[in-house]
């Protein structure tokens, strides 16, 4: 099966760090692909490599078999490539209707909104409300108030809604459950499984491994800096993939080659 998103020997300084190492990487059609590995290993660099956010210093990147190269986080959006940083990407000062359309404003239609511009808040309003009721945020009664006047998860839920509504092909989510409780964690892993029978691929990074086992199709070990092996969650522990990706042990691939 040709992978949706692939890259191939993906190398990142900063300074004297470095942080993608020949980085590989393959996400297949319809999949929910995880990349685990431990702090500083370089995932979400890798990530923020492959959306534009951050300029690599060398290294290939293809989507749909079509070499790409993203010069911003817009740029891949506009591809169908929605993601989901650990920073959330959220203007504090605006409404949650406005996070949610930030980039892709709703005019009115006809003569209102193709010569006057006037945005169309209502319909916004109806939409980042139904989507956040589908994540189970109910507790924000005001779809109007400012993103700063909210709780951590809550910022979290609306990141999440945002890409769950307007990823076409790609959803990326770094650490989409970290700030929740386990009610709204839950809501988003169904979300996820929702996402996944519309056929759009998901990579979730995380390091909560009963969430990774539980929903992942394929398992994305990342170790210094680039991918040390992929696994099937019904192959192995959360224990093999713990030892995996902190050095305690070598996947069988590499156990074999390095006997030899």
Do not use: W
Request: hydrophobic share 45%.
């Amino acid at each position: 099966m040709e992978p949706i998103l692939q890259a191939r020997n993906l190398i990142k300084h900063f300074g004297r760090v470095t942080a993608l190492d020949g980085a590989d990487f393959d996400l297949l059609p319809g999949e929910i692909l995880a990349v685990i590995g431990d702090n500083g290993a370089g995932k979400s660099v890798m990530i923020k490599s492959l959306t534009g956010a951050i300029q690599l210093d060398s290294g290939e990147i293809k989507m749909d078999g079509k070499p790409i190269a993203f010069d911003s986080p817009i740029a891949s959006r506009l591809e169908g490539i929605e993601t989901v940083y650990q920073t959330l990407a959220l203007s504090p000062a605006l409404s949650i209707a406005d996070n949610m359309f930030m980039g892709r404003e709703l005019c009115y239609p006809g003569i209102r909104g193709r010569i006057f511009r006037q945005l169309d808040r209502p319909a916004m309003e109806k939409f980042a409300r139904d989507k956040l009721s589908e994540l189970g945020l109910l507790t924000i009664q005001n779809i109007r108030q400012a993103v700063e006047t909210l709780s951590g998860g809550q910022r979290q839920g609306i990141a999440v809604a945002r890409a769950a509504a307007f990823g076409s092909k790609v959803i990326i989510l770094d650490e989409p459950t970290a700030a929740l409780g386990v009610k709204e964690g839950r809501r988003v892993l169904d979300l996820l499984q929702d996402v996944k029978a519309r056929g759009i691929s998901i990579v979730l990074i995380s390091h909560n491994m009963p969430h990774v086992f539980e929903i992942s199709d394929r398992i994305h070990i990342h170790r210094l800096g680039k991918r040390l092996t992929v696994i099937n969650p019904k192959d192995y522990t959360m224990s093999d993939a713990v030892a995996f990706m902190t050095g305690a042990a070598l996947p069988p691939e590499l156990e074999s080659n390095h006997t030899l």
